[in-house]
């Protein structure tokens, strides 16, 4: 067990002011050289030995101020004991190989198709050399690569470049886990840029030849990134180049690395051929967010992996405000609340959970997850909401003038709002050290003349944390008179105890609007009538609890159906109506309220009403839900689908993918009643990926569309990020019963690739997210997913670690598949061998 607690840390024994790091590029043998200028930390006392951080290393020389010394590192990094440095500055160099093209982790110096690149975040660096792989020690980088391969990359600035050969400087101090190289048979797509200042900046993204006609979009995201960023955060791009480099083997979304962020090549190459509106707005999402980085996360980095939330809940946050600032503030918020309901919350109700800011760890890349960015990403908003916009912005421009350079902690983070703002946000600070989700219970009263809403707290125990103290919980309220008319507009109130009362004078009984815009990450327990919600559906004036209202209305319906057999009565299928068809509204918005709830989000939902779901009975229920929805919708979806068709040119804008969002959902709706026929139409007459793919799930939905499947094959055998789409329709519109035979004869397909992660995720993360199908009773799902994680732990734990998130929810669910999970959880523990990763998450989700 190798436990680190953040309780233990200590800042490192030495500092590291300079690197000079020369790779000879060969694909079994690559011959890494390191020369690190190191000076004794004053802030430890004493002479202390120096540990330097290596896996995988064949050490071939090691010198201490230019004098050889023979040392033999042990598994896991290489002393050299105190008595043997100087207690003033010295070197140390190294050299060492590797093999890259047998990385298969994709953790360090890998091959991916022929190209070199890094992934070093959070302890690949270690993997490419002896270095304190450690994010508090920040140093200059110098890089010289040698090799043929005609593009040559590193961090910072270019500082030289010959056949064979280029040189990079970073002036700025960074940790090693920014580090980054790429070398390979690249092609740019270039723009310049100016900053604000008047500092040009040579922007390029490079990719394999071929693809630099599908990087306009990215390019693009990108010039709208920088100028967002001085915009709004008076944060200005600091080298002279900029480079983004596509990547076909990639474990996550993207890397910040300084002045050379490396990608999946699925966020960034994008044409209206092969990519829907979610691929590009996940582009546009992505690229702003490392870009972001380089002021939350490089600039100010973060002082050990405890703290991760620092960077990216912050990123997280910013991101989310440049998508609603490009985009639509309110479609962007229900579309965060969806996803954090969907990872976040589910991953906070079950053996998962860990608070914001994690006290302990074993594996550090499993804790890359929803709560750590997307709550950390709340906590901010939160925060913004508590102090108000003009001391948040006080509150960031002095956390960029006070800690530039630095490593810092969220003790760091809070302090700047303390100190612009003088309050005391110790209660404030549970978000980050406390796990679970608080729920919010309301009850109300009205006197005739005052209006009073009580509102009580109870936060769960997590593991580890079985008892908790109040949070303070920003509930943003309005209130509405019977007529419609807002009589109280959003106001925040502080709820700091377990139980509160806020009185508001009115002579008439209001209707409260509670938690606009979800100003809080909690569950909020109300009894309301259906007659209430439909109300706030039609009148509210916050469009997050316009959309609230009408998704509790629609789970309601939906639960009755699952636990009653009830079926949906016309009072909601009138409501539902009113928005599908309601022009005054934002057709994105439209297209929202059209979605039904998820499985998933029904399973929770049932759980957390005490009763224990039956996947399979979700599933049928949810259809019949989408069948009732559509016969009374029916006489009214082809002239809301004509009237949507988008005239001219594909444009991947907010409001013509909003368009076709709702176009979309009319035809799902529709292919219900017309058996296939306008779907079947729509994809033969698709020029676009979105229309292309979404008819095809409609015609998929309702057991059709082989013939266009072996289409698609046929037309996009060559392109990959186009082919996981067709690997994952299929196993997501598969049956319950189906779902898992499915899958496996996609895994004989020639084209499935599993050590690559896009395939593997596209396939088996497919299946894990078909509720139905990986919750068979069978228990073949589960099966069917736990062999394909132990079959990929060995090359790549990292992917196989993260997968394992699907099994997170078994105690949601009934002895016998409780059972079933806890078999293949006990089997997947006993296996030989198991990597860290996956152990340590089987661990945590054993009972
Ligand atoms: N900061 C990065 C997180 C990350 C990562 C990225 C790619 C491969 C492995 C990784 N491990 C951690 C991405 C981000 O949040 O921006
Ligand atoms: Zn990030």
């Known amino acids: 067990d190798r436990t680190v607690f953040l309780s233990d840390y200590q800042p490192f024994t030495h500092l590291v002011e300079q690197v000079a790091l020369t790779f000879r590029l060969s694909p079994g043998a690559t011959r890494v050289t390191a020369r690190l200028s190191l000076a004794p930390n004053p802030a430890r006392a004493g002479r202390q030995d120096l540990r330097l951080d290596g896996e995988g290393l064949t050490l071939l020389s090691l010198r201490l101020n230019g004098a050889p010394l023979a040392l033999t590192p042990d598994e896991t990094g290489l002393t050299i004991p105190a008595g043997l440095l100087p207690d003033a500055p010295f070197t140390v160099e190294t050299e060492v190989e590797i093999a890259p093209e047998a990385n ?85 797509h270039s723009a310049p840029f100016t900053t604000a200042s008047g500092m040009p900046v040579a922007l390029n993204i490079w990719v394999r ?134 990872r976040q919350f589910r991953e906070d109700g079950g053996p998962l959970a860990h608070p914001v800011r994690p006290d302990s760890f074993v594996e550090i890349n499993n804790f890359y997850t929803a709560t750590v960015y997307e709550k950390g990403a709340e906590v901010i908003g ?93 509930v943003a309220l309005g209130l509405l008179n019977p007529n419609g008319d807002e009589i109280l507009p959003t106001t925040v109130l502080e709820l700091a105890e377990p139980t509160q009362t806020f009185r508001f004078k009115t002579a008439t009984r209001p209707v409260p609007s509670i938690l606009r815009g979800f100003s809080a990450p909690v569950v909020l327990e109300r009894q309301v009538t259906p007659e209430e919600r439909a109300f706030l559906l039609a009148h509210d004036t916050d ?70 779901p039956d996947p399979a009975r979700i599933w049928a229920e949810r259809r019949r839900m989408a069948e009732a929805v559509a016969r009374h919708l029916a006489p009214r979806l082809p002239a809301l689908i004509d009237s949507l068709a988008e005239p ?20 799902s709706l529709l292919s219900r009643v017309d058996g296939g026929t306008a779907a079947a139409a729509a994809h033969a007459g698709a020029d676009n990926m979105t229309e292309e793919i979404g008819s095809l799930a409609c015609l998929l939905d309702i057991g059709q569309g082989a013939a266009e499947l072996a289409r698609f094959e046929g037309r996009w055998s060559h392109d990959r990020n186009v082919m996981d789409k067709w690997f994952a329709l299929q196993i997501a519109y598969a049956a319950p019963d189906l779902a898992a035979r499915v899958t496996t004869a996609l895994t004989a397909h020639p084209a499935f690739d599993w050590k690559n992660p896009n395939r593997f995720r596209a396939v088996i993360g497919a299946l894990s997210a078909n509720h139905g199908g990986f919750h068979h009773a069978s228990g073949a799902g589960y099966r069917l997913v736990a062999d394909w994680l132990l079959r990929l732990d060995p090359l790549n734990p990292q992917t196989a670690a993260r997968m394992s998130t699907a099994f997170e929810t078994w105690p949601r669910y009934d002895t016998a598949r409780r059972a079933l999970v806890q078999g293949e959880l006990a089997r997947m523990a006993g296996t030989a061998g198991l990597s860290r990763d996956l152990a340590e998450m089987v661990a945590r989700m054993r009972s």
Not at 388 to 404: I, K, P, V
Not at 447 to 462: F, I, K, R, W
Not at 598 to 606: S, V
Not at 648 to 667: E, H, I, V, Y
């Open 104 to 188: 298969t982790a994709l953790e360090g110096l890998y091959m991916s198709r022929g190209m070199y690149c890094t992934q070093c975040e959070a302890e690949g660096f270690r993997k490419i050399t002896f270095y304190p792989d450690r994010p508090d020690v920040m140093a200059r980088f110098r890089v010289r690569i040698e090799s043929d391969l005609p593009v040559l990359l590193s961090n910072g600035n270019p500082a030289g470049q010959g056949p064979g050969w280029a040189e990079w400087d970073d002036p700025w101090p960074k940790p090693a886990y920014l580090f980054a190289l790429v070398a390979g048979d690249l092609v740019a």
């Open 209 to 342: 030849p071929g693809d630099q006609d599908r990087c306009a979009y990215a390019m693009d995201s990108l010039i709208r990134s920088m100028r967002w960023d001085e915009q709004v955060y008076g944060r200005e791009y600091d080298l002279s180049v900029f480079n983004i480099v596509a990547v076909d083997d990639f474990n996550m979304g993207a890397m910040e690395n300084k002045g050379l962020n490396i990608f999946n090549s699925k966020f960034v190459l994008a044409s209206p051929e092969t990519a829907t509106d979610d691929d590009f707005g996940r582009i546009e999402a992505i690229i702003a967010h490392e870009y972001f980085h380089n002021w939350t996360g490089n600039r100010i980095t973060c002082r050990d992996w405890f703290q991760l939330c620092l960077k990216e809940g912050l990123t997280v946050f910013r991101d989310q405000q440049f998508t609603g600032d490009m985009r639509s503030h309110a479609v962007k918020r229900i579309e965060d609340v969806l996803l954090l309901r969907a």
């Open 382 to 474: 939160m925060l913004r909401r508590l102090v108000g916009d003009a001391d948040y912005a006080r509150a960031l421009d002095l956390y960029f003038t006070r800690h530039d350079g630095d490593a810092a902690t969220i003790e760091d983070w809070l302090k700047v709002f303390e100190d612009v703002t003088g309050r005391d946000l110790a209660q404030f600070k549970r978000w980050y050290t406390e796990a679970g989700t608080p729920v919010v219970k309301v009850t109300e009263d009205w006197d005739g003349a005052t209006y009073s809403l009580t509102l009580s707290q109870t936060n769960p125990p997590t593991p580890g944390q079985p008892e908790k103290a109040p949070k303070l919980i920003p």
């Open 543 to 612: 469009p997050f609890n316009k959309w609230e209202a009408g998704r509790a209305l629609a789970k309601d319906v939906l639960a009755r159906m699952v636990t009653e057999g009830a079926s949906p009565g016309p009072d909601w299928l009138d409501a539902l109506a009113r928005v599908a068809f309601d022009e005054t509204l934002d057709p994105a918005f439209r297209a929202l309220a059209l979605r039904l709830p998820a499985e998933d989000d029904m399973a929770a939902t049932l759980h957390a009403a005490g009763i224990a």
């Open 648 to 667: 001219g040119p594909f444009t991947p804008d907010a409001r013509a993918a909003g368009r076709r969002a709702l176009r979309l959902a009319a035809l």
